[in-house]
């Protein structure tokens, strides 16, 4: 699954990054690095971007980009 199909409140571990060089780059150093577990907090009135908390910070991501990003769903 990929991150932007997480609703509010679910969590995910990172399995993949499907993108090119730059973007990947920009993802780690931001935290989203495969074994990692990551936390949809906030969705804005158009579903887009998403908040997302990893490693006590949260980012906003638009959907497009969490596109590049595969998880695995975790039932909490």
Known sequence: ??????????????????????LKRRFLDLGLIPGEIIKCVLISPFNNPKAYLINNNVYALRNDD???????YERV
């Open 1 to 22: 699954m990929k991150l932007c199909d997480l609703k509010i409140n679910e969590e995910a571990k990172i399995i993949n990054l499907k993108c090119n060089n730059i």
């Open 66 to 72: 969490a596109n590049f990003v595969e998880v695995i």
